[in-house]
Nanobody, 121 residues
Framework: VQLQASGGGLVQAGGSLRLSCAASGRTLRASTLAWFRQAPGKEREFVAAIDWSAGISYRDSVKGRFTISRDNTKNTVYLQMNSLRPEDTAVYYC????????????????WGQGTQVTVSS
């Protein structure tokens, strides 16, 4: 499975961005798809996930601002990010797994290359 993330950029605080992650090589229909992010000097952290039945989880700091969705016909997962804050600045990675239950980064088998999101104050 190859994952290709896109949609990052520079935005002012309060603005919006939509990230996309397209997969090739295998259908993602039965997978859990997630977004993680990593800021400079910090560990990679979970942001949001959507499983095969459309069950969704978010980290507390993005609840009400970010929305994860998937389009199985396009083999793509999205992250709509609204009301962005400077602390959301990071490289965002999409990830996929076909087994397991936790949202630890180590449980995800496939990763995209990352897309930079920078939020200015």
């Amino acid at each position: 499975v190859q994952l290709q993330a896109s949609g990052g950029g520079l935005v002012q605080a309060g603005g919006s961005l939509r990230l996309s992650c397209a997969a090739s090589g295998r259908t993602l229909r039965a997978s859990t798809l997630a977004w993680f992010r990593q800021a400079p000097g910090k560990e990679r952290e979970f942001v949001a996930a959507i499983d095969w039945s459309a069950g969704i989880s978010y980290r507390d700091s993005v609840k009400g601002r970010f929305t994860i969705s998937r389009d199985n016909t396009k083999n793509t997962v999205y992250l709509q990010m609204n009301s962005l804050r400077p602390e959301d600045t990071a490289v965002y990675y999409c990830a996929a797994r076909f087994s397991g239950e936790t949202y630890l980064a180590g449980n995800f088998d496939y990763w995209g290359q990352g897309t930079q999101v920078t939020v200015s104050s």
